[in-house]
């Protein structure tokens, strides 16, 4: 059974940082995504990471480009979001997602204070 679980998440004020975390059990890393959903809105895309010939390739959503950094370590089946320069607009719960599957995590709630 395929597992995701986040961690990390918390109050922070405008312009601090946070580090996420996304455990996977139950299959090997593959590409992992990161979603977030404000209060209201729809669920948007974030980042997502995955391997091309065993380079970590990123893919990221215009919002986060230059303040977020996604990344995995292979050995954990952990990936991570790191989120520098967090705005108040960023304050949403943030899910982890395999690609291609309808795996999520529960979520973490985010909330960036201004």
């Known amino acids: 059974q395929v597992q995701l679980v986040e961690s990390g998440g918390g109050l922070v004020q405008a312009g601090g940082s946070l580090r996420l975390s996304c455990a996977v059990s139950?299959?090997?890393?593959?590409?992992i995504e990161w979603f977030r959903q404000a209060p209201g809105k729809e669920r948007e895309f974030v980042a997502r990471i995955w391997n091309v010939v065993n380079v970590q390739t990123a893919l990221y959503a215009d919002p986060v480009k230059g303040r977020f950094t996604i990344a995995r370590d292979n050995a954990k089946n952990t990936v991570y979001l790191q989120m520098s320069s967090l705005k108040p607009e960023d304050t949403a719960v943030y899910y982890c997602?395999?690609?291609?599957?309808?795996?999520w995590g529960q979520g973490t709630q985010v909330t960036v204070s201004s």
């Open positions: 997602h395999v690609w291609g599957y309808d795996y």
């Open positions: 139950g299959r090997t890393l593959t590409a």
